[in-house]
C-alpha cells in the first residue's frame, strides 16, 4: 500500500484532529443542495493555506465512489501520465484503487500508463484524498500523476479518459489538483490566475494551455486541469463555475510573495 508523505506536514496525522479540522474547512450543505458535478478544482498546499477553498469546492459536490484525481509531478520520478494502481493508507483510513475503472483506462490508453514510482512522494493528489473521504467514506480513487506533457498529449489522455469513463457503469468525478500563480505578489498573482480562471469559465481547454504557456503563469498543475476540462467537456460539461479564489497571504499576512488558489465545480 502507499503511505501517507506528507501527514503532519501538510494536514494533521491523528485522525481526530484531522476529522476536527475537516468538520471546519468543510461547509455543512444539506445533502440535497449538493451538486452533481463531473469534474472540480481545487487547491493542494497545506490546509491552513488553501484547505478553506478546498473545503468549500468539495463540499459543495455529492462525491461519488469512484473519483478519478490528476496532480501534477513535483519530484519528476516516473511516466508522464503515471496511474498508480496501489491502495492508499489515509490517516482517516485505507483507500482502495478502483481497478475495474483503472484497467480500462490502461487497456484503452496510449499515454496513460501504470507506474507506481510518480506517487511515492506526490502530495498533491494525498492532500486531496481526506476532503473526498470526510464527504463520502466509501470512496475509490483513480489517481494519476501527471509531468509536463504537449496540448496533443492532453487532448489524447481526455479521450482516453472520457471514453473509459463513458463506457464504466457507476458515476464518476474528475479532480484536477493545482495551485495557481507562485511567488509574486497578490496583485500580479491576481492578475495572472484570473486570465487563466477565465479561459477555465469560458470551458476553453485550448486557451487555458496557450495562456498559462503564454503568459508564464506559475500554474502548477497545467497539464492536470487542461486534461480534467478536456475531458468534462467530452463528458458532456457545460459551465464551471468559479467557487472561490484566495491566496497564501490570507493565512500569513505576506502579500508581497503569495502562491494563489482556486476552486471550481464543472458540470
Known amino acids: 500500500m502507499r503511505s501517507p508523505v506528507v501527514a503532519d ?3 494533521p496525522g491523528s485522525p481526530s484532529e484531522l476529522r476536527d479540522t475537516l468538520h471546519h474547512l468543510v461547509p455543512d ?4 443542495q449538493k451538486q452533481q458535478a463531473l469534474a472540480a478544482i481545487s487547491p493542494h498546499a497545506g490546509y491552513v493555506y488553501s484547505g478553506g477553498v478546498a ?4 463540499g459543495r459536490i455529492q462525491v461519488p465512489d469512484t473519483v478519478v ?3 501534477p509531478n513535483h519530484h519528476g520520478h516516473g511516466d508522464a501520465l503515471a496511474l498508480g494502481t496501489e491502495d492508499w493508507q489515509m490517516v482517516l483510513g485505507d483507500v482502495a484503487i478502483d481497478r475495474e475503472l483503472a484497467r480500462q483506462i ?6 496513460i500508463t501504470e507506474d507506481i514510482t510518480a506517487h511515492a512522494y506526490e502530495h498533491s493528489l494525498e492532500v486531496q484524498v481526506p476532503f473526498l473521504q470526510y464527504c463520502n467514506s466509501a470512496v475509490k480513487i483513480v489517481p494519476i500523476v501527471v509531468s509536463h506533457v504537449s496540448y496533443d498529449v492532453c487532448v489524447e489522455a481526455a479521450d482516453d479518459l472520457a471514453s473509459a ?15 495557481m500563480t507562485h511567488y509574486e505578489s497578490r496583485r500580479e498573482a491576481g492578475r495572472k490566475d484570473h486570465l487563466a480562471l477565465e479561459r477555465i469559465e469560458a470551458m476553453d481547454p485550448r486557451g487555458l494551455y496557450d495562456t498559462v504557456i503564454g503568459n508564464r503563469i506559475s500554474m502548477c498543475g497545467i497539464m492536470p486541469t487542461t486534461i480534467t476540462l478536456l475531458t468534462a467537456i467530452s463528458l458532456g460539461a457545460k459551465e ?3 467557487v472561490r479564489y484566495t491566496d497564501s497571504g490570507e ?7 503569495v502562491v494563489g488558489y482556486a476552486g471550481m465545480i464543472i458540470r
Open 165 to 179: 469513463i463513458r463506457n464504466y457503469s457507476r458515476p464518476v468525478m474528475l479532480l484536477a489538483s493545482t495551485d
Open 69 to 71: 484525481i490528476l496532480g
Open 9 to 11: 506536514r501538510f494536514y
Open 106 to 111: 490502461l487497456d484503452s490508453s496510449r499515454v
Open 240 to 242: 464551471a463555475r468559479l
Open 55 to 58: 473545503g468549500e469546492t468539495i
Open 251 to 257: 493565512a500569513s499576512g505576506d502579500t508581497a510573495q
Open 29 to 32: 450543505v444539506p445533502a440535497e
